[in-house]
């Protein structure tokens, strides 16, 4: 059988279809994902349909998945340590220009996890970070000194070690 080139193939507008050897569903070409010939160099890449459609493809993916969770996540790591700064750059860049949708999933996160506020709350009292000093101060990024922030913070530590001390000694 010859093949059409790719761009033929799954081009837009194409309504030719192809039959899933796996669900036995004929389904529009965009929807069997492409892979690379073998026999591919650098100057000519052969590529063709896979056999199997998307849909069976994801639930062969997550099978796997499940069935080997522990090197699934394994290998999932490894990747993402090996793309790291790449990963973060792209995050960053996505956030800046979807700023809208990183609100909404904020807003959407903070309402299923209360108790995530909580946990970070507690994390700025523990560490006392700049911004619980920062609030124990009542001043805003822009006219708090770093200078009054770190003494403010050896004062609060004092406090609380004042309490300790003084809660031990009265056999609390
Ligand atoms: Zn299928």
């Not at 459609?53 to 499940?66: F, L, P, Q, T, V």
């Not at 490894?78 to 793309?83: A, K, S």
């Not at 959407?108 to 507690?122: F, M, S, T, V």
Request: hydrophobic share 30%; glycine share 4%.
């Amino acid at each position: 059988m010859s093949l059409p080139t790719l761009n033929q193939e799954v081009g837009a507008g194409n309504t030719a279809t192809k039959r899933c050897t796996k669900c036995g569903e004929a389904k529009a070409l965009s929807e069997f994902p492409v892979v690379k010939d073998k026999k591919s160099t650098p100057g000519k890449v052969y590529s063709y349909l896979h056999s199997h459609c998307r849909g069976c493809h994801a639930e062969r993916a997550s099978k796997w998945y499940y069935a080997n969770k522990t090197r699934a996540l394994r290998k999932c790591k490894e990747i993402y340590e090996r793309n790291r700064s790449a990963h973060l750059l792209h995050a960053k860049e996505w956030k800046a220009k979807n700023q809208e949708k990183v609100r909404i999933a904020k807003r959407k996160y903070k309402k299923a996890h209360p108790e995530c506020d909580l946990k970070r709350l507690h994390w700025h009292i523990k560490t006392l970070s700049d911004y619980y000093v920062r609030n124990a101060l009542r001043l805003t990024v822009a006219n708090a000194p770093p200078e009054l922030i770190a003494i403010k913070r050896e004062q609060l530590l004092i406090h609380r070690a004042r309490k300790q001390l003084k809660e031990k000694a009265n056999g609390k």
